[in-house]
């Protein structure tokens, strides 16, 4: 029997149909939220990804605008561009397109960025503010799971979930998110990775495995409980191609999972726009 699938347009369409009259309400007092985007380089994947970004913000009324470095910019002028959206009053977000040319440092940049400014919920103060259960931006793709187990009425509180993978924008955060006392976590959460040699003993037991750990088709079903939930966070490019975490074949055995497109991209995009309008809503009564 195929498991049920957890679509994430359908999450990421409740959410944008929040943030719309927050957005015109922002408008009317003087406001116009203004998102800020940053790009290095020429990858495709990073540019199309800036361009669905930007067409969802004038979708919703933003202004703001983008800086587009050339490859061979330095950490010095990628650091210049966050200073300046740092300063602009009518910039209330900003993204870095991630990944950047391998001769930057990501995290260093990320330490330059106005904290409040942040749309990704990725800059180490922020990161500090999750850890403590403390109200602000929160990382998207760990924001966006979340909100996709609340849609489908998923069981999270006092449930058994293991996430594999500890990346710094994916797993560990998450890992935090679902151990907080608050809707969606109070979970019993374990992170595993790949140099765990035993690590399917951990998501066998599971009854929620998230798969966050960058390598094609990691998951498979004989590492899963028949009729467990499966989510699929983690994926690698090979040129223009996705390779998710997650093994098809995993659909027949799983009670719920993501399909392997359009799972939980769609709800990282509505968690950005969401931190984009708390920010200018922030701002807004300051």
Wanted: glycine letters at 12%.
């Amino acid at each position: 029997m195929s498991a049920v699938m957890m679509p994430g347009k359908p999450v990421a369409d409740a959410v944008f149909a929040d943030l719309e009259p927050r957005v015109a309400a922002l408008r009317a007092g003087g406001r116009n939220p203004g998102l800020g985007t940053i790009l290095v380089g020429n990858e495709s994947a990073s540019a199309g990804y800036i361009r669905m970004k930007q067409d969802r913000a004038a979708s919703l009324g933003f202004g703001g605008r983008h800086v587009h470095l050339d490859d061979d910019a330095s950490q010095a002028d990628l650091v210049a561009a966050i200073r300046d959206f740092n300063t602009d009053d009518e910039v209330d977000a900003v993204l870095i397109q991630h990944p950047i040319p391998p001769h930057l440092d990501y995290e260093a940049a990320l330490t330059e960025l106005d904290p409040d400014k942040d749309a990704d919920g990725a800059h180490p103060m922020n990161m500090g503010r999750l850890a403590l259960g403390m109200a602000g931006p929160l990382p998207c793709t760990p924001a966006g799971i979340e909100a996709l187990l609340l849609h489908y009425e998923i069981p999270v509180a006092g449930r058994d979930v293991v996430v594999l993978g500890r990346g710094f924008t994916l797993g560990r955060p998450l890992s935090m998110l679902l151990s907080l006392k608050r809707p969606g976590g109070n979970a019993a959460v374990t992170v595993v990775h790949t140099g765990v040699p035993n690590w399917a003993d951990y998501t066998r037991r599971a009854d929620i495995v998230i798969a966050a750990a960058g390598v094609p088709g990691i998951l498979r079903p004989e590492h899963i409980t028949p009729g467990r939930v499966v989510v699929g966070g983690g994926v690698r490019y090979e040129g223009k191609k996705l390779l998710p975490d997650v093994d098809e074949a995993c659909n027949e055995v799983a009670g719920w999972i993501t399909p392997r497109v359009g799972g939980v991209g769609p709800t990282t995009i509505a968690m950005l726009f969401r931190n984009c309008v708390e920010a200018a809503e922030r701002r807004a009564r300051a």
